[in-house]
């Protein structure tokens, strides 16, 4: 298969399966060993082995060493760097790094979700007003959004505070 069309296969079957059979995942596997270049795929990798079925070919271990090759492939691609910090933000829970990785996605362009969750990390660490800082008016473009609007309430409100 080509790397298209791996990338259009794992995305469909994440977009139909959770958790993530392992049918798919073992995809994911093939996929990287014939395009190992190919840092979207392992960023997907990455996603998919974090939603897997809990089979213990796939560990935790195996969704963060994806994003870092990810990371070494394109470390220009605010997706790999922001998918990082989720990581560290949910699953690993190292705020100060989480931080880092969303700064570096927003320095790079990222979107929506790369404000969110730098807000939700500053948050997290009780700096609540560089939290709103991000998602103000001027500094977020994606501020009108619902999603970032009841962030913005919900850190205003004091929800988010550690």
């Known amino acids: 298969m080509t790397e298209e069309e791996y990338l259009s296969k794992l995305q469909e079957g994440l977009a139909e399966a959770a958790p993530v059979p ?37 560990t935790v271990d195996d969704a963060v060493s994806s994003y870092e090759s990810a990371l070494a492939l394109a470390p220009d691609d605010p997706e790999v760097h922001e998918a990082l910090g989720y990581w560290y933000d949910v699953v690993d829970i190292q705020l100060e790094r989480a931080a880092c990785y969303f700064a570096s996605a927003l320095a790079k362009g990222g979107g929506r979700d790369s404000y969110l969750g730098m807000a939700r990390v500053l948050a997290e660490q009780g700096k609540k007003s ?29 929800h988010w505070e550690p």
Do not use: M
């Not at 060993?33 to 079925?53: A, D, F, I, M, Y």
């Open 22 to 58: 392992s049918a798919l995942l073992e995809l994911s596997d093939e996929a990287v060993l014939n395009h190992p270049t190919s840092s979207q795929l392992w960023l997907l990798r990455g996603h998919l082995v974090q939603l897997g079925e809990g089979d213990p070919r796939w």
């Open 130 to 158: 560089e939290a709103l800082r991000v998602l103000e008016p001027g500094e977020c473009p994606f501020q009108e959004e619902p999603e970032v609007r009841e962030l913005f309430d919900a850190i205003q409100e004091g």
